[in-house]
């Protein structure tokens, strides 16, 4: 616990950023009936019944310090879609880092073999020099010192608690609660 709260002492350095990262996986469902209709002093009151439309796995990340956040969904959860992820922090996002601090949980695909099995050896190689994993995993039970769990448990509050039939919609729902807080800009002390 103190390595991990050591990370979050450190200041903001653009050269050295931190990153939290996490993921969850989403259970979309669609309705089997029309909800009724909005009565005044009544809350939308939907049927219980439903129809499960498949899973899809969200990535969240967030830099603490800046109040940034970004929450990449994807279809399925394995080794290749968490290395892309990589792939995509270290050459869109961070270009200019030397290197990128992260702090994860300890899910079996957020290893470095994962870029090795995702990726051809040289590429893995070369997004690992780039990647700092700090203290991972975080310790069991631990999981609220990844900051992007603080910001996933906002995101499954403010978001994710309704009904979303697919994954098109979903990455409609993650866009606008991320452009929404990012304008905020509410760092996590």
Same mark, same amino acid.
């Given at each position: 616990? *103190?390595?991990?709260?050591?990370? /979050?002492?450190?200041?903001?350095?653009?050269? /050295? +950023?931190?990153? &939290?990262?996490? *993921? &969850?996986?989403?259970?979309?469902?669609?309705? @089997?009936?029309? +909800?009724?209709?909005?009565?005044?002093?009544?809350?939308?009151?939907?049927?219980? *019944? /439903?129809?499960?439309?498949?899973?899809?796995?969200?990535?969240?990340?967030?830099?603490?310090?800046? $109040?940034?956040?970004? #929450?990449? #969904? @994807?279809?399925?959860?394995?080794?290749?879609?968490? !290395?892309?992820?990589?792939?995509?922090?270290?050459?869109? #996002? /961070?270009?200019?880092?030397?290197?990128?601090?992260?702090?994860?949980?300890?899910?079996?695909?957020?290893? %470095? !073999?994962?870029?090795?099995?995702?990726?051809?050896?040289? *590429?893995?190689?070369?997004?690992?020099?780039?990647?700092?994993?700090? &203290?991972?995993?975080? %310790?069991?039970? $631990?999981?609220?010192?990844?900051?992007?769990?603080?910001?996933?448990?906002?995101?499954?509050?403010? &978001?994710?608690?309704?009904?979303? +039939?697919?994954?098109?919609?979903?990455?409609?729902?993650?866009?606008?609660?991320?452009?929404?807080?990012?304008?905020?800009?509410? @760092?996590?002390?």
């Amino acid at each position: 616990m *103190e390595d991990v709260l050591e990370v /979050y002492k450190r200041p903001y350095d653009p050269l /050295y +950023p931190q990153v &939290c990262f996490a *993921e &969850c996986s989403k259970q979309l469902v669609s309705e @089997t009936r029309q +909800p009724l209709p909005i009565e005044s002093g009544q809350p939308v009151r939907y049927d219980d *019944e /439903y129809e499960r439309a498949g899973v899809a796995n969200l990535f969240p990340f967030s830099e603490p310090l800046t $109040g940034w956040r970004q #929450v990449a #969904v @994807t279809e399925r959860r394995i080794a290749f879609d968490d !290395a892309q992820q990589m792939k995509y922090r270290v050459d869109e #996002v /961070y270009p200019s880092a030397i290197r990128i601090r992260l702090v994860q949980d300890p899910l079996n695909t957020h290893r %470095p !073999a994962s870029l090795y099995k995702a990726l051809a050896p040289a *590429e893995a190689k070369r997004l690992l020099d780039k990647l700092e994993f700090q &203290c991972t995993p975080t %310790p069991t039970h $631990g999981s609220w010192l990844n900051m992007a769990e603080i910001e996933l448990s906002v995101l499954a509050r403010q &978001c994710l608690n309704q009904r979303i +039939p697919d994954l098109e919609q979903l990455q409609r729902e993650v866009t606008a609660w991320q452009k929404r807080h990012n304008r905020l800009g509410r @760092t996590i002390d």
